[in-house]
């Protein structure tokens, strides 16, 4: 299920932005056999601990539109919506692994040869990969700093061109050492803290699912106008997912359309697709079919998971030392006031 229900005593919900049904795929039972445990990686303590999948990659009321003017049964709209999708993906999961299984134990001369994916399948994955892309903790703080660093930059430019010449007056009233610069100074930090104001928990979880629901078909279009080839891991080093799973090559400031992108999900430790834009020196690798990956190519795509992920990587071994030292020589780029967008003045 996509949402839990942890404490009866509070009801505390915790809803999954990476569904439990993929993070059983990176699991393993407890000794107990009642309980489905993962090795995590926290990115901001460097530290790494095994921990229960019903409470991994959740949120309390994540998706939950908590403002009181709207209906009670409209305020799990968003969770409603990726709960169906989960529904009907889970099962279509377990198929395409079973398929995978039987191609793989086939004779090794054919097997790199069969297109695993026709094109109904194709799009089924791309509208799940779009989906899963669109809804975790990452993306939203993605879109909330894009739409606080633009926001601002519209109702600053307006009152600093606009309204100095009005304010500066009173300003000067109350402060005779002002001048024009401190106006400004101070108008723009007025406004920032105005447009900060707008966008609270409460307001953050609309604007995401109005973004989600605008943009899913054309995120799930793009995905299918590259090529996707199946990445086999045969090798000893099992693959990362994490808490945002669906990354991109370039890691920063680089757009899922964007020319030449390698885009990556794993499916389980040993399976991955590679998606690329059809200007990536490797788009003709075999489409929808498999691709025998090196340890080096392996160590890519894990490196991918832990620079795009908001704060935790997922595991099915304590494995993670490449996340230790990626972290070790870049702690600026992963702290939790880390810049996303980088906005660029037409000045």
């Known amino acids: 299920m996509n949402t839990t229900k942890i404490n009866n005593l509070d009801n505390t919900i915790k809803e999954h932005y990476v569904p439990r049904f993929y993070l059983e795929r990176f699991s393993n039972p ?33 998706y939950d539109f908590l403002f009181d003017f709207i209906e009670e049964d409209k305020k799990k709209t968003f969770d409603t919506d990726l709960q169906k999708l989960e529904d009907f993906i889970a099962p279509f999961y377990k198929k395409f692994e079973k398929r995978l299984y039987y191609i793989l134990k086939s004779d090794e001369r054919k097997q790199y ?11 089924v994955w791309a509208k799940f990969l779009a989906a899963q892309a669109l809804r975790t903790p990452e993306f939203r703080n993605l879109l909330q700093e894009v739409k606080q660093k633009t926001d601002k930059a519209k109702i600053t430019e307006y009152f600093l061109e606009q309204q100095v010449q009005k304010h500066i007056k009173p300003i000067k009233r109350y402060f005779p050492e002002s001048n024009i610069e401190y106006a400004k100074e101070f108008l723009a930090n007025q406004t920032s803290q105005l447009v900060n104001n707008l966008y609270t928990k409460e307001s953050i979880s609309l604007l995401h699912y109005d973004f989600f629901k605008n ?6 279009k793009i995905f299918l106008t590259h090529k996707w080839t199946i990445g ?14 669906v990354v991109k090559n370039p890691y920063f400031m680089t757009g899922y359309s964007s020319e030449g992108v390698e885009i990556m999900f794993p499916v389980n430790s040993k399976t991955i697709f590679v998606i690329r834009e059809k200007e990536h020196p490797r788009s003709n690798d075999g489409d929808c079919k498999l691709v025998n990956l090196s340890e080096e190519e392996v160590t890519g795509y894990n490196a991918a998971q832990v620079y795009c992920s908001n704060q935790f ?22 702290s939790e006031d880390r810049n996303r967008v980088i906005f660029i003045s037409n000045e």
């Open 313 to 334: 990587i997922y595991c099915q071994e304590n494995n993670f030392e490449l996340a230790q030292e990626i972290c070790k020589n870049n702690h600026d780029a992963f």
């Open 113 to 123: 040869k069969i297109r695993v994916l026709n094109n109904n399948q194709k799009q």
């Open 30 to 62: 407890s000794k107990s056999g009642n309980e489905q445990k993962i090795w995590i990686f926290n990115k901001l303590t460097q530290k790494s601990f095994l921990h229960n999948i019903d409470t991994t990659a959740t949120g309390n009321y994540f």
């Open 232 to 245: 086999i891991n045969q090798t000893n080093i099992p693959f990362y997912t994490s808490d945002h799973p």
């Open 215 to 220: 943009h899913i078909h054309k995120l799930q």
